[in-house]
């Protein structure tokens, strides 16, 4: 078949495949060679389809195909797929050299893949026969960095934002001293942050912003709260990048001392993973030993690719 013809025949099957599929019906056995979906000659069957969605963290594999669509789309594609290989097929495509290395490369790879998942999967058994002893281990962790394992302190506050859109600094400013007198002076906080904040939030919360801890909000914001010590203590004016903020604090949760049963799934994860990790790379070192690689220097050098000075002069000109 001439080139131009096959790009055409391509073509055609890529923009028709997903009109063409010849739906087949629901299986009752969902055994591995039933067929999903066909083509003519090209199908894809319930372990083709396995295979593909192996690509996809075990973890959510299950939660991945609850949506048809997904599925669907999926068996769309592996049909695509096998349609176009196997036209390519038919025209010897899969007969040339350097096709033939790159497909033995990427089994290679798939093949290590497998190795890897393998060994961690073997060594993931081995962990748990010996979980007591890493349990312990955990433990010890926890006592020796104890002061790493506890929650921070949360603050909770309410406030008033007068912004300076529309205003000067200074008009800001005195607007929040006013609100501040009016505030001691007996008015409800939450009445006016309704009324007057420009903290579109206010509307509905009336300026509570519930609980936060550090990092979480406007630093200069954020030291003022933390400032505050008594419920219903308001602060003086405090400047953020939004405005002017009155803030009340409301309550304060003190830092508190994780359990160790608290932070045994944290430990004994992080334990397992390194444990993996080792090994795994006593595995593979057994097999693969980069200092007994023997190298054909010249030709490896050989492969360094270099411009010529003065082709290059000639194209800096």
């Known amino acids: 078949m001439p080139r131009h013809a096959l790009m055409k025949t391509f073509v055609t099957l890529i923009a028709t495949a997903t009109l063409a599929i010849n739906p087949i019906g629901s299986a009752t056995s969902q055994t591995p060679d039933v067929t999903l979906a066909r083509i003519g000659d090209a199908r894809v069957t319930v372990a083709d389809y396995e295979a593909s969605i192996l690509r996809i963290p075990e973890k959510d594999r299950f939660g991945w195909a609850m949506s048809q669509e997904r599925v669907n789309k999926e068996i769309e594609n592996l049909l695509r797929v096998r349609t176009i290989a196997n036209e390519a097929k038919r025209t010897g495509l899969d007969n040339d050299p350097t096709f033939k290395t790159r497909v033995t490369l990427y089994a290679e790879r798939l093949l290590t893949e497998a190795v890897a998942a393998k060994i961690d999967a073997d060594s993931a058994k081995e962990f748990d026969t010996k979980r007591a002893v890493y349990v312990e281990r955990a433990r010890e962790q926890y006592l020796i960095n104890k002061q790493q394992y506890r929650t921070p302190a949360e603050v909770k506050v309410s406030h008033l934002l007068v912004a300076l859109e529309g205003r000067t600094a200074e008009e800001a400013l005195v607007k929040t001293k006013t609100l501040r007198a009016r505030v001691l002076a007996g008015e409800s906080f939450e009445t006016l942050a309704e009324a007057n904040s420009d903290d579109p939030s206010a509307k509905l ?10 990092g979480q909000m406007d630093p200069a914001f954020e030291a003022a709260a933390f400032a505050l010590k008594t419920p219903g203590e308001l602060s003086e004016p405090v400047k953020s990048q939004f405005g002017y903020h009155l803030i009340r604090f409301d309550d304060l949760k003190p830092s508190r001392q994780l359990t160790f049963e608290e932070v045994s799934p944290e430990l004994m994860g992080k334990l397992k ?7 795994r790379a006593q595995v593979i070192q057994s097999t693969y030993d980069p200092r007994r690689a023997e190298w054909n220097e010249p030709a490896v050098v050989g ?15």
């Open 273 to 279: 993973s390194e444990f993996l990790e080792t090994r």
């Open 205 to 214: 919360n009336k300026g509570a912003l519930g609980y936060f801890g550090p």
């Open 303 to 317: 492969l360094k690719k270099t411009v010529d000075p003065a082709l290059l002069k000639a194209m800096t000109k």
